[in-house]
């Protein structure tokens, strides 16, 4: 028996309702803050990643598939979106459109984790980037997007965590004090860390392991590192975000795991579980796009897990409306009955009536039966004799009253009814 692959999950029909809910909120926040929408390939160059998430970063030594396709160029399932919507903007001159262009995306997202609630190997994001701007109201539009977003869904029990990590002129020095801290610390460290130190000191910050939170917890911050502009541009961003209204919290261990940030970094997560459950995450990326061959061009953007989500409303309760379904049945009892009932179908959902026919040679007894599970509000029933006169029965599924109809006024009476 074939199974879905480890770490996928398939999303059967009880759970789109789920899905529904929040591409409506995300279509809604997204036309507010004037995103548009971009699709892009569910591969692509792998060097792609490799040049803007980094070597060196999980999830391109760790978790990204990668493959040789029969022309023998390598590919990478996307591990995340923002350096897709880059290359694009690159590849098809997008610089030449007013700036920032703001672009958002759904998609699904590759990534070899290990699979447990809320962390899978395929997942979807939904993520936007605004391409082209450094000013840091920038920075307190996107944040305040992705806060109003959680918010319209019914998200409140979260928190805004906040970091600045510097640009390539102040982060030197930055690396270098937690390189000089870390280093008295060797001993104690998880191999994990041991082994990022050399490579990536910025990731020690955010090891989960209990032994490694007390010395993160004391290293240097960032924010003590930062040089003029860098400082002035987060200074900004707080007194914007507080003009908001926006609550956030300062949090000199946030780092992200992708190497393209600068600046502004942030997270949305659950108060109770904290990081280990993050909603949505994202920050400045001011040098990815001229690092992957475009002009300097400053940019930031959000990317949130569907799934997180999800697990996240049915954490705070929130109930998202159902699917309407179809609420007219059309029983059949017998040959001559059946041509009637196939024309029938098509011409009632032609005006718009939903219908669904039971295929078969069923007993009305239990065509009822199914037109009751499904929840339909009337069965439509044709035998013999309806066929005869051109008539058809209806029952209300509630009172079981019936009445006897003209086929010709059908579509006008169920319209009526079903109202
Ligand atoms: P990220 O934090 O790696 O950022 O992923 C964004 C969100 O995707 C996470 O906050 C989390 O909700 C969800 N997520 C990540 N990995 C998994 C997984 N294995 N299973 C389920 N959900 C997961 C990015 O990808 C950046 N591109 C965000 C960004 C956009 N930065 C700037 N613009």
Request: proline share 5%; aromatic share 8%; hydrophobic share 35%.
């Amino acid at each position: 028996m074939y199974q879905a692959p480890r770490g996928t999950v398939d999303i059967l029909p009880e759970e789109q309702p789920y899905w529904r809910y929040i591409d409506e909120k995300l279509a809604r926040i997204c036309q507010l803050y004037g995103y548009e929408r971009i699709d892009f390939p569910a591969f692509e160059d792998a060097g792609l990643f490799r040049r803007s998430v980094g070597e060196g970063t999980d999830v391109v030594d760790k978790e990204m598939y990668t493959f040789a396709d029969r022309g023998g160029n390598l590919l990478a399932l996307i591990p995340e979106g923002t350096a897709s919507v880059c290359r694009a903007y690159i590849e098809h001159g997008l610089r030449n459109l007013p700036q920032p262009v703001k672009l958002y995306y759904v998609t699904s997202v590759f990534r070899y984790d290990r699979p447990q609630a809320g962390r899978y190997r395929q997942h979807h994001q939904f993520g936007y980037e605004a391409i082209g701007d450094g000013d840091p109201a920038l920075d307190a539009e996107v944040i305040d997007m992705g806060w109003q977003f959680f918010q319209s869904l019914g998200l409140t029990r979260l928190s805004m965590q906040l970091n600045s990590i510097g640009c390539k002129a102040c982060r030197p020095d930055y690396l270098a004090a937690l390189k000089g801290y870390y280093s008295g610390h060797v001993d104690e460290l998880c191999p994990d860390c041991k082994s990022r130190l050399g490579r990536n000191p910025l990731r020690l910050l955010d090891c989960k392991k209990p032994s490694c939170q007390a010395i993160a917890d004391a290293a240097p911050k960032s924010t003590d590192y930062l040089c003029a502009d860098c400082a002035n541009h987060f200074s900004q961003l707080q007194r914007y975000l507080s003009l908001l209204g926006l609550p956030f919290t300062l949090n000199h261990r946030l780092v992200r795991g992708l190497d393209y940030y600068t600046r502004t970094v942030f997270e949305i997560q659950p108060e109770l579980e904290g990081a280990q459950s993050t909603v949505g995450g994202g920050g400045r990326y001011d040098d990815l796009i001229e690092g992957l061959g475009g002009k300097s061009t400053p940019a930031i953007g959000l990317a949130a897990g569907m799934e997180r989500i999800i697990l996240n409303l049915k954490r705070h309760g929130v109930v998202v409306p159902s699917l309407p379904k179809p609420r007219v049945f059309l029983a059949c009892l017998g040959a001559p009955a059946r041509d009637e009932t196939i024309k029938l179908a098509s011409q009632l959902r032609r005006v718009g009536i939903e219908v669904i026919q039971s295929p078969g040679n069923k007993s009305l007894k239990s065509q009822l039966r199914q037109a009751d599970a499904m929840g339909a509000h009337q069965t439509v029933i044709i035998g013999d004799r309806e066929v005869e006169t051109g008539t058809a029965i209806l029952r209300d599924m509630t009172s079981a009253e019936q009445q006897t109809v003209p086929i010709i006024r059908l579509a006008e009476v169920l319209c009526q009814t079903i109202k």
